[in-house]
């Protein structure tokens, strides 16, 4: 049996286990759970007030694609951490390509900036 191959066993025993035991918590949840259902219980929650509107509510895209905007530029900032961490062991290449990264993310910022997009209303 391959060394590197035993890891991959204790990955799949631990997978297994933890959704055996996820399982075993959500039956036994299932089968303590109330079972009476009210009117009460039914109602959408506002903070203790009766609902005035409809659950129906348009919102404006630019809060979608301000959410988008945030999202791309913080999973790309997460990648600088790793790059950190190891950076002696990469030298002058590695500095410049990752200057060359930070130039595309604030080109990217830049532009949409200028678009408008990180204005709220």
Known sequence: ????????????????????????LLSVARMLRPRKISK???EAYE???????????QYSARFYVF???F????????????WGTVFRDFGV??????????????????YAWKKGVLKWL
Do not use: R
Not at 93 to 110: K, P, R
């Open 47 to 57: 903070c203790g007030m009766e609902p005035f509107e409809g659950n129906w509510t």
């Open 93 to 110: 290449t590695s500095l410049i390509e990752m200057f060359v990264f930070i130039g595309v993310l604030l080109l990217g910022l830049v």
């Open 1 to 24: 049996m391959n060394a590197g191959m035993t890891n991959y066993y204790y990955v799949v025993a631990f997978a297994i286990v933890g959704g055996v035991f996820g399982g075993l």
């Open 67 to 69: 959410a988008l905007v």
């Open 71 to 82: 999202l791309i530029f913080d999973v790309e900032i997460a990648f600088l951490y790793p």
């Open 40 to 42: 009460t219980k039914l």
